[in-house]
C-alpha cells in the first residue's frame, strides 16, 4: 500500500501479481459565505434615507445578498453583518467569483438599482479551508470544503519470472563449454564485453582474460555463469612441431607475411581474431611441411589491435600479437 504518485517495488518470488489502483476523486465545494462588516458602499438611495454610510440613524441599513457560481444566496434584511451556512456550492475549478450585493429596489417606481458592494475573485490552490476576503466596503470569509464523490479502481496484473537456471561453465585447455539442457540462447562474454557472433554451446579462447557466459530464456530472463579467468593461452605450443619464424610487417595496413617451418607434416588453420576473440578471417592450410610463406589480406579491418592464431590439426596453437593502422 503506497499513497505516492510513482511506486517501484521489488519481487522475492516468481508468480501472477495484481496491483491495485484505488483513485479517490474529491470535488471543492462552497459550504458557508460569511460577511463580517458592511462599513460602506450602501448607502445615498432613497431606500437608505434614514442611513448615513457606516452609521444608521435608525437601524441596521445594509440588504445583503450574494451571487457566487450561478447561485444567489438570499437577502439578509437590515444585517451588516450575515452567514449563509449549509452551503454545498461546487466551485468547478481552483479560481471562481461571486458578488457582494445591498438590495434596493423595494419601491419599483422611486426605489433605486442594487448596490454592488464588491467583485472578488477568489483561488483555492490551498484546498480545503477558510479564505478572507476583504475592499472598502465590506470584509468576511469564505469556507471550502473537499467532498468524496468518486471511487474508482484500476488493476494491473504483473508475472514474475523464474530466473534461467545457472550456467555451468567447463574448461579444457583453451576451450570452454556450457550444459544448456533447455534450450536457451547463448552469448558469450570476454572481460566484460560481448563476444559478437559468439552464441554457441562452447567457446575457443583466443586470448588471455575473464570469461563467463549468460543465459537468456524465452521471456527475456537471464543468468550468468561464474567467470573464469584464462591466463595461459597458447602453453599448448607448437614450438615441438612447427615455428613462426617471423610475421611482419608489425604494425601492418593492407597485408601482414607470415613464414612457418613444420617439422612434421600439419594441417593447420590461420586465424585473425579482434580483441574479444571473435574471428575475423581464417584461412585452412593443408599437409603443410617445412618452410612455408603465408600473405594475409588485412585491408579489410578497421585500426586496432588483433591476434594471430596458428593452430595445428593435434591442437596446439601458437598467438602473436599483430597492431593494424
Known amino acids: 500500500t503506497y499513497t505516492d504518485k510513482t511506486v517501484s ?5 516468481p508468480g501472477t501479481y495484481d496491483i491495485v489502483l484505488e483513485t479517490t476523486v474529491y470535488n471543492y465545494v ?49 444585517a451588516d453583518n450575515h452567514c449563509w451556512s449549509g452551503l454545498s456550492i461546487a466551485t468547478g475549478g481552483l479560481n471562481f467569483d461571486f458578488t457582494v450585493w445591498d438590495e434596493d429596489e423595494f419601491l419599483p417606481v422611486v426605489g433605486s438599482p442594487n448596490d454592488n458592494l464588491g467583485d472578488f475573485s477568489i483561488n483555492i490552490a490551498n ?64 572481460n566484460g564485453n560481448e563476444i559478437m557472433g559468439e552464441s554457441g554451446d562452447t567457446y575457443e579462447v583466443a586470448a588471455d582474460g575473464d570469461y563467463y557466459a549468460v543465459f537468456t530464456d524465452a521471456n527475456g530472463c537471464t543468468s550468468t555463469s561464474p567467470t573464469i579467468a584464462i591466463t595461459f593461452v597458447g602453453t599448448n605450443d607448437i614450438d615441438t612441431e612447427a615455428s613462426i619464424s617471423k610475421l611482419y610487417p608489425n604494425p601492418a595496413t593492407n597485408q601482414v607475411f607470415i613464414e612457418m617451418e613444420y617439422f612434421e607434416t600439419h594441417d593447420a588453420v590461420i586465424r585473425i581474431m579482434d580483441i574479444t576473440g571473435r574471428t575475423i578471417l581464417s584461412e585452412n592450410k593443408t599437409n603443410q611441411f617445412g618452410n612455408q610463406k603465408y600473405e594475409i589480406d588485412i585491408q579489410t579491418l ?3 589491435l588483433y591476434f594471430v592464431q596458428i593452430t595445428l590439426d593435434n591442437g596446439a596453437t601458437k598467438t602473436q600479437k599483430l597492431s593494424v593502422r
Not at 9 to 13: V, W
Not at 145 to 166: G, R
Request: charge should be negative; charged fraction near 10%.
Open 9 to 13: 517495488y521489488a519481487y522475492n518470488a
Open 302 to 304: 578497421n585500426s586496432g
Open 127 to 190: 484546498g480545503a479551508g477558510n479564505y478572507p476576503f476583504s475592499n472598502g466596503n465590506l470584509s468576511g470569509s469564505l469556507t471550502i470544503s473537499a467532498v468524496q464523490s468518486l471511487v474508482t479502481n484500476d488493476t494491473l496484473t504483473v508475472t514474475v519470472y523464474e530466473d534461467p537456471e545457472e550456467p555451468s561453465l567447463s574448461q579444457d585447455v583453451n576451450e570452454l563449454s556450457i550444459t544448456n539442457n533447455n534450450g536457451y540462447t547463448v552469448q558469450w562474454f570476454m
Open 30 to 78: 462552497v459550504t458557508e459565505l460569511c460577511i463580517n462588516e458592511i462599513t460602506d458602499g450602501y448607502c445615498g438611495d432613497v431606500e437608505e434615507a434614514l442611513c448615513s454610510c457606516g452609521t444608521p440613524v435608525v437601524g441596521v441599513c445594509p440588504d445583503p445578498f450574494v451571487t457566487i457560481i450561478g447561485n444567489t444566496l438570499p437577502t439578509e434584511n437590515g
